[in-house]
Nanobody
Framework: QVQLVESGGGSVQPGGSLRLSCAAS????????MGWYRQAPGKERDEVAT???????NYSDSVKGRFTISRDNAKNTVYLQMGSLKPEDTAVYYC??????????WGKGTLVTVSS
């Protein structure tokens, strides 16, 4: 069983930065794609950014140019560097791991609040 543990959430003012981390209990080289999703109150969970074992990245239009996803295979950790944060970025951020074949694993989430 794969366990994913997020950290790094918190409160920040608009324009600020945060870095989220997602530590996996297995080698992330065995997980085809790692990613971050977010869910704001009353809304569906949306994909934010993903990165494959081949380092192919994908970003939602709403975060392109502001967020960067990366992975450290030696530490089995995926990061989401978030910059120029806006109030609409406020959400619970979830780490996701997806194996080839479609099996999904989820962390419990970390709250990011952007407010003045």
């Amino acid at each position: 069983q794969v366990q994913l543990v997020e950290s790094g959430g918190g409160s920040v003012q608009p324009g600020g930065s945060l870095r989220l981390s997602c530590a996996a209990s297995v080698s992330i080289m065995t997980i085809w794609r790692m990613g971050w999703y977010r869910q704001a109150p009353g809304k569906e969970r949306d994909e934010v950014a993903t990165i494959t074992t081949g380092l192919r990245t994908n970003y939602s239009d709403s975060v392109k140019g502001r967020f960067t996803i990366s992975r450290d295979n030696a530490k089995n950790t995926v990061y989401l560097q978030m910059g120029s944060l806006k109030p609409e970025d406020t959400a619970v951020y979830y780490c996701n791991g997806r194996r080839l074949g479609g099996t999904d694993y989820w962390g419990k989430g970390t709250l990011v609040t952007v407010s003045s």
